[in-house]
């Protein structure tokens, strides 16, 4: 790789794992449409779909490690949540990331389509502002399965699975705002460890543009999430929405050909 190549991929990397951190995602729905569409329009080489997924699941095993080592003080780790959902989650996406290699690279952005709207969608229900630190309680059986769904999906894809697995713990599970995107990133990094793990093992990683994207990450998504602990909750929300709303309506127009 160039020199020019290395610094976009760096840059490109670390504006998703700022963002991971800033609003408890991975960075896959960053960093996907970001590698899919970006490299080709400055002159980069352009990534398959399947190299992608290999990409955007170390990127996202590495920033959601590092966002949790910077919230791990702050009170807003939740372990019963991270339990009950990160194992579910972590089972579904180990079947989603061996499954995805047999699926054709349309159908891969096909899905990834699909969960976007999905999450625009769950973002944009009317929900009630809940905050603090306090007694959370939820539905352990409803997490556990709405986890393993999504695990299923995002293996397919790459991702942890945060930016569906989000809105579920606002909209559906009503956790506090703070809390979910702390316990988001723990729960994402374990259902990591099955994406990562069957993107290595059907060999979907590029290692050399990995490398790169995983450094800049766990310099960036720290970043990110020291400074939400700072940021008004509602803004924090919003921001993640027009960011997956914007995501799945590119996604779409690539998909039918607009």
Known sequence: ???????????????????????????????????????????????????????????????????????????YLNKKLIISMGGSVLVGSVIGSFGSNGFSE??????????????VFMMFLPKKQVEGQGEVTFNITLAGILAFVVGVAAGVVGAGGSFLLVPI?????????????????????ISSIGSVSGKL????????PTLVIVIASLIAAPIGAKLAQKMNTRMLQNIL?????????KIWLDVLGI
């Open 241 to 249: 929405a027009i960011l997956i709303m914007i995501t799945a309506i």
């Open 169 to 189: 713990m606002l909209v559906v599970l009503k956790i506090p705002t703070r809390i979910t995107i702390a316990s988001s990133l723990a729960i994402t990094f």
């Open 201 to 208: 093992v059907t060999h979907q990683i590029p290692w050399q």
């Open 106 to 119: 349309h159908t891969i952005n096909v899905i990834y389509g699909v969960l976007a709207l999905l999450a």
């Open 1 to 75: 790789m160039t020199v020019y190549t290395i610094t976009m991929l760096f840059v490109l990397g670390f504006l998703g794992a700022f963002i991971s951190g800033l609003v408890g995602v991975g960075g896959a729905i960053i960093n996907y449409p970001l590698l899919l569409y970006v490299p080709p329009l400055i002159g980069i080489a352009s990534f398959g779909a399947h190299e992608i997924t290999g990409i955007v699941a170390a990127q996202v095993f590495f920033s959601t490690l590092a966002g949790v080592l910077a919230y791990r003080k702050g009170g």
